[in-house]
């Protein structure tokens, strides 16, 4: 049955749900059990998956117009020159949205040369990578002798109301006064924004819990 003659079903249909059922799994282990696992960020989760929703139909709706490498590569380009203007993403958030994509393409894009077996050893593969690399560098992170299971340690991202206390030298009341706040354990803390105007600082901690 054709409707103005665009067929009402495909077969193909079968074969997008399975690839979109594959690429929704890998992108919920590699942006929920990676990403935010080590980092406890949320504000790019959104970005993240529709990002990867929109490249994984956008690159299978094409696919029919046999442009499979071109289309692949031109992707990557138009990716490659977007600048989100409200906030520059650092190196971390920019590997994390670049394997995103790739990975969404390649489920997408990959024809009946690859079987389904090498698609998922393949996204599997990534995952592994991507977890124990962010794992390791996460533990990097905190000073050899006080290394500790991910688990069991915490970020918190926190606005302090003094410049006083930020300067390297005053690092050891800065960190004594966060810890009698926040009665938490700090095993290391990073300053960001510095506002002169409101004489106001972000801190992002990371604690023992």
Not at 78 to 92: A, C, D, H, N
Not at 94 to 112: D, E, I, P, R
Request: charged share 25%.
């Amino acid at each position: 049955m054709e409707f103005f003659g665009i067929p009402f079903f495909d077969d193909d249909v079968y074969k997008m749900m399975l690839r979109l059922g594959i690429n929704m799994f890998y992108l919920t282990a590699i942006i929920r059990l990676s990403y935010y696992h080590f980092s406890k960020k949320t504000e790019y989760l959104f970005t993240f998956y529709l990002v990867g929703v929109m490249v994984f139909f956008l690159c299978f709706t094409l696919k029919k117009y046999e442009l499979d490498l071109g289309l692949a590569l031109g992707l990557f380009a138009i990716f490659g020159i977007l600048r989100y203007r409200t906030e520059p993403l650092k190196v971390r958030e920019m590997t994390y949205l670049f394997v995103v994509l790739g990975v969404s393409v390649m489920n997408a894009l990959s024809n009946k040369k690859m079987s389904f077996i090498e698609i998922i050893t393949a996204n599997t593969f990534i995952f592994v990578v991507i977890f124990y690399l962010d794992r390791y560098w996460s533990l990097q992170r905190i000073t050899p002798k006080e290394k500790i299971a991910p688990k069991d340690f915490g970020t918190q991202d926190i606005i302090y109301n003094s410049l006083e206390n930020i300067k390297p030298k005053q690092n050891n009341l800065l960190r004594e006064e966060l810890e009698n706040s926040l009665g938490v354990e700090i095993l290391k803390l990073d300053i960001g924004e510095v506002d002169f105007e409101k004489q106001t600082v972000k801190i992002k901690i990371r604690y023992k819990k």
